[in-house]
């Protein structure tokens, strides 16, 4: 897989404050990054050096394969960004902010600012007055400017922020859309689990200026999940049985008699009686496992991500 962006002990400070400290993240091409953390964790200070907007106190960013330093024009001339809110012409209406945002960059011709429009589905409001548009459809109409020159690359600083239940579904369905019909590579910063949890499938965990764990999605639900926390007195016999007697190897062996089992959830008792037919005596068994929210709680050390 092609590495789209790559930081390496990233850290910025102001005087003695330390703002962003020693980030190392990876965005691989095809990734929707969630990049999440509570308001102050350091987001934005990151998506800002990201885009060269401010310089790192230390560390190096790449781009592409190519470091940033040296390589902005061309790293930027793949990327569309907002970053905090989108300003725009509210007199004037969606095509001409675009047509003179398109002008202002150099960027291609005016068939560009249609396309950009349709996809994020704000092409029959294009002649309406941007003042009269909705939160919603001022979001939608960032993306289109983001889009204007056919990124590989978004980078979006809380897209949903403000947005009502009805605005956060469309604009994650929007995203998905963008990522499935046009290949873009999306790294988005939120302090909402919820609304991360639906999109991404690889999660950055910031806290306090540090990246306390990079994680693909897949791997957050294992750990996540409900289980069957069994205490046993051979954890190694008893998951020989487990595939034997029940057909499953949906289970961990945390050692010193710990096992967990995920499935069969509804059947402790059997799972218990077969164990025990078998040789195998349960110390313990219980129902365990942890929301997303929990285990975004144990890494900050209880503070919450909302």
Known sequence: MKTILQTSRLTKSYGAKTVVSDLNMTVQQGDIYGFLGQNGAGKTTTLRMIMGLIRPSAGEIELFGTPLHGNKNKAMERIGAIIEYPGFYLNLNAADNL???????????????????????LLEAKHQKVKQYSLGMK????????LLHHPELLILDEPTNGLDPGGMKEMRQLFLELARKRGITFLISSHLLSEIEQLANKIGILHRGCLLEE????????????????????EKKAAFILEQKLGTT??????????RLYDHLDRPDLVSMLLAQNGVGVREMRLAGDSLEDYFLKLTGGESSA
Request: net charge negative.
């Open 99 to 121: 047509d003179i945002h398109r002008r202002m960059m150099g960027m291609g011709n005016r068939e560009s600012i249609e396309e950009a429009l349709e996809a994020v589905g």
């Open 139 to 146: 979001q939608r109409l960032g993306i289109a400017r983001a």
């Open 215 to 234: 994680i693909d999605y897949e791997t957050l639900q294992k750990k996540t999940r409900n289980y069957l926390d069994l205490n046993v007195t051979d």
């Open 250 to 259: 949906d289970y961990v062996i945390a050692g010193s008699g710990g096992l």
